[in-house]
């Protein structure tokens, strides 16, 4: 804890950042692995590689990517922007566009409607209902904002650690893939088990005796 203290003081005096609210969700990661080659140079090329990208006026119905954590809608990484003391500091971005089935339900009886009308027939193959749907679906999608939903994390790369400020699932499984992806590294969810894995100083037979523990049911 006196850890996570002395890093919220030092990002408070350095950034405005979200994850310096009040009330914060935190998921705990250790960081398996390390970067062959020279550390900030990859880091950067990661972020750059896989920064988010607009999906405004186009079909795409969900995108996620890296981001500014201090301009999280205009992702600008360039020279050590990222860079809070002995923390990488970044932000998780997820656009997703969402379009009622009711609105849809609407466009695709119009549509209908004027295929019928123009095609001088009573009713539509199954074939032509399905790409008449798919044409409804990507003109709204077009037209559509995409939600964005941002979520910041800190990376200390010495101690091998990565605070996520998330405890969303869909946020903590992307978050883990495109971890990987960007630095070719992995992420371990930290909670009790693998606390004591990693943190407790067990030998190899206690490790071994952890492993072979199973959940027990309490009752009152």
């Known amino acids: 804890m006196k850890q996570i203290a002395a890093a919220f003081r030092r990002l408070r005096r350095a950034t405005k950042l979200g994850l ?31 920064t988010i990208s607009d999906i405004d006026q186009q079909v795409t ?5 890296w981001t500014d954590t201090r301009q999280p ?13 002995p923390y990488f500091v970044f932000s998780l971005r997820i656009d997703q566009k ?4 009711k609105v849809v339900q609407k466009y695709m009886a119009l ?17 032509e209902k399905r790409m008449l749907k798919d044409h409804v679906l990507n003109m709204l999608f077009r037209q559509v ?22 405890n969303q699932k869909n946020a903590n499984e992307t978050v883990e893939s495109l971890f990987t992806k960007a630095f070719n590294l992995t992420l371990v969810r930290l909670f009790p088990y693998t606390c004591a894995m990693f943190e407790a100083g067990l030998s190899d037979t206690q ?14």
Do not use: C
Not at 23 to 41: F, H, L, N
């Open 20 to 50: 310096l609210s009040s009330s914060v969700s935190i998921t705990r990661y250790r960081v398996e692995g390390d970067i062959k080659g020279a550390v900030m140079e990859t880091v950067l090329g990661g972020l750059q590689n896989n």
């Open 111 to 127: 549509e209908t409607a004027k295929k019928l009308s123009d095609s001088g027939r009573e009713y539509l193959s199954r074939e």
């Open 61 to 65: 119905e969900k995108v996620a990517g």
């Open 145 to 166: 904002p995409a939600v964005p939903n941002v979520y910041d994390l800190i990376w200390n790369y010495e101690d091998k650690w990565v605070w996520f400020f998330s």
């Open 98 to 101: 969402r379009v009622p089935n």
């Open 73 to 85: 809608f205009i992702p600008n990484f360039e020279g050590s922007s990222f860079v809070v003391g």
């Open 207 to 220: 490790n071994d005796q952890l492993a072979s523990l199973s959940p027990a049911g309490f009752m009152e």
